[in-house]
């Protein structure tokens, strides 16, 4: 059974650091992603890499988010740096496995004084 599990959201001020973490069970995945949606906005891309390493980002994180995967531990990272009021989200990870996509449940970031 494919299973993505994530973890690491939360409260933070501005300025501040959070790591996100999704572990996947149920294979081997080709490409890992994050995508975020906040209430009332579309669902947004935010970065992904591909089990070669290459990674891709939005304009709007660039620079201050990192995508990473550790592929023994079949998870994948998102370390966010310098957030901002407007990352505040629900963040989706997800992983291609052949031809389909799996999503995990998401996790919240809010990014408030």
């Known amino acids: 059974q494919v299973q993505l599990v994530e973890s690491g959201g939360g409260l933070v001020q501005p300025g501040g650091s959070l790591r996100l973490s999704c572990t996947a069970s149920?294979?081997?995945?080709?490409?890992y992603g994050w995508y975020r949606q906040a209430p009332g906005q579309q669902r947004e891309l935010v970065a992904t890499?591909?089990?070669?390493?290459?990674?891709r980002y939005a304009d709007s994180v660039k620079g201050r988010f990192t995508i990473s995967r550790d592929n023994g531990k079949n998870t994948v990272y998102l370390q966010m740096n310098s957030l901002k009021p407007e990352d505040t989200s629900v963040y989706y990870c997800?992983?291609?496995?052949?031809?389909?996509?799996?999503w995990g449940q998401g996790t919240q970031v809010t990014v408030s004084s």
């Open positions: 997800y992983g291609k496995k052949v031809v389909t996509t799996y």
């Open positions: 149920g294979g081997v995945f080709s490409i």
């Open positions: 890499i591909t089990n070669g390493g290459t990674t």
